[in-house]
């Protein structure tokens, strides 16, 4: 009698446990919908006040060819003329498509699309009469330039309203988003106390519990796992955000720098052209060079910040590291580093792009050799398969780094070194992602750095 009782108790509290864990899992789902949700709304939200930012600039863009046209009356330069007028219509249907059901916005885009049209009608004026070589009254063109003015400037202020609308929007739709956050932590943090209590519970009726402890047990495990997996999740969420951002940034900054740049290099091309003394020659080559060098450097942020295609092929990530290994052996000699493979004897076998990948192994190589003191440096590179993950572990024994320079180690233009430029990581990043694979960093000043890339099981 007393066994049943005890055997009925054990019962029960299986079922009361079960159900809190379903519970529990139920919560989880229910707020990953929502920060789902969430997520989804502060991406359209970002995409509006991006899409604002591209029509602002092909707003500025088209003036600023327009003054190349009215200065050097250079009709060649109506192709980019007409390409910047096209590039404004299809920012206006993309953003119009965005905020379809917001009649408030709606309404501020409408007046907008007013504006720029007679802004474009008085540009138009102005170049037909360059075309037909006519010269407009000096009374004209003041009021068409007083006129052309006010209107940017109105056209200005309310592209930043409507800005500034999805600005506050976005603020809080992250703060609802971070609130779903500590939610999930705490929901958790209950999932896995409730886990953990029935698996002591478990232990302590060891002898009392039939074969469905075990069953009891490999669920809990999975659903350790999964809140593991979900943890993970939200980080890789979080990265992508700042991915995503930083890319946006860069754009916002391609777009602000190429207007003027573009106005330096027609000057300079125009100085040169008419240039006589040798001084003033070398003068303009040396802008010429600096205004390309400016240029170099904003392709190399949009390509490290922008995902390119890929050339997929089924690769050994051994095979990788190997030749990244190979391509880095000059300088490792060079610095007296030893290193130290610790490759994986299953092969494991990725869908990757061989040549970047090999860029982003090599890339965390040299930063471990030139991290190091030279003649005492140790490069530790393990291969390993977790799971249905392809793992790279790169270890060395160099300064490491502390916790603000670790929070802001995949930014653009973020270096420690005296001469590097601090788009290798951002590069790396953007690869490893690009392969739908993680990348993280683990340091400790004096102690080291460890960098781990987790790739998709091809097999």
């Known amino acids: 009698m007393r066994f049943f009782y005890k055997e009925k108790k054990v ?19 229910l707020t990953m919908h929502q920060m789902d949700k969430r997520a989804r709304m502060v991406n359209h939200t970002n995409e509006i006040i991006n899409n604002l930012d591209i029509l602002l600039s092909c707003i500025k863009d088209s003036e600023g060819t327009f003054r190349g046209i009215a200065i050097m009356e250079d009709t060649t330069l109506l192709d ?36 720029v049209s007679e802004k474009t009608k008085l540009l138009n004026f102005t170049i037909e009469d360059i075309r037909s070589g006519i010269i407009p009254e000096h009374n004209v063109l003041y009021n068409r330039v007083i006129r052309g003015t006010n209107i940017m400037e109105i056209i200005r202020n309310m592209i930043f309203r409507m800005q500034t609308y999805e600005s506050e929007r976005l603020a809080k739709r992250t703060v609802e988003f971070e609130s779903m956050t500590k939610t999930l932590k705490v929901i958790q943090l209950i999932t896995f106390m409730v886990a953990l209590l029935l698996i002591i519970y478990s232990v302590l009726v060891f002898n009392n519990v039939s074969r469905s402890k075990m069953q009891y047990r490999v669920q809990l495990e999975e659903g350790i796992e999964q809140l593991k997996e979900a943890n993970e999740d939200l980080k890789n969420l979080r990265s992508m955000e700042k991915f995503t951002a930083s890319g946006r940034i860069a754009r916002a900054i391609a777009h602000e720098v190429r207007n003027p740049l573009t106005s330096i290099s027609l000057a300079a091309d125009q100085l040169q052209s008419s240039s006589r003394s040798s001084d003033e020659t070398t003068l303009i080559n040396i802008i010429m060079r600096s205004v390309k060098r400016i240029n170099d450097l904003i392709v190399s942020l949009l390509q490290s910040t922008k995902f390119s295609h890929l050339n997929l092929e089924p690769l050994s990530l051994n095979t990788v590291v190997d030749e990244a290994l190979e391509l880095a052996k000059d300088r490792i000699e060079l610095n007296g580093i ?9 092969q494991c076998t990725i869908e990757a792009d061989k040549d970047k990948l090999i860029t982003a192994v090599l890339n965390l190589i040299i930063n471990a050799v030139e991290a190091m003191e030279p003649g005492k440096g140790i490069i530790e590179i ?61 340091s400790k000043p004096k102690k080291g750095t460890t960098f781990t890339i987790a790739l998709n099981n091809a097999e």
């Open 80 to 115: 980019a003329y007409n390409f910047h007028l096209n590039c404004i219509g299809s920012s206006f249907d993309q953003v119009a498509s965005l905020i379809q059901n917001d009649r408030i916005q709606l309404a501020k885009l409408d007046s907008i699309k007013f504006l």
């Open 382 to 442: 393990t291969t390993m398969r977790r799971n249905e993950k392809c793992m790279v572990y790169i270890k060395d024994n160099g300064m490491g780094m502390n916790e603000s320079a670790l929070s802001r180690i995949f930014e653009p233009y973020f270096t420690q070194k005296e001469n590097g430029n601090g788009l290798g990581l951002t590069l790396t990043q953007n690869i490893i992602l690009n392969h739908k694979g993680t990348i993280s960093v683990e």
């Open 338 to 346: 030893t290193v130290e493979k610790n490759l994986s004897p299953n």
């Open 11 to 29: 019962r029960n509290g299986y079922i009361g446990a079960f159900g809190l864990l379903m519970v529990s899992y139920f919560l989880v789902f």
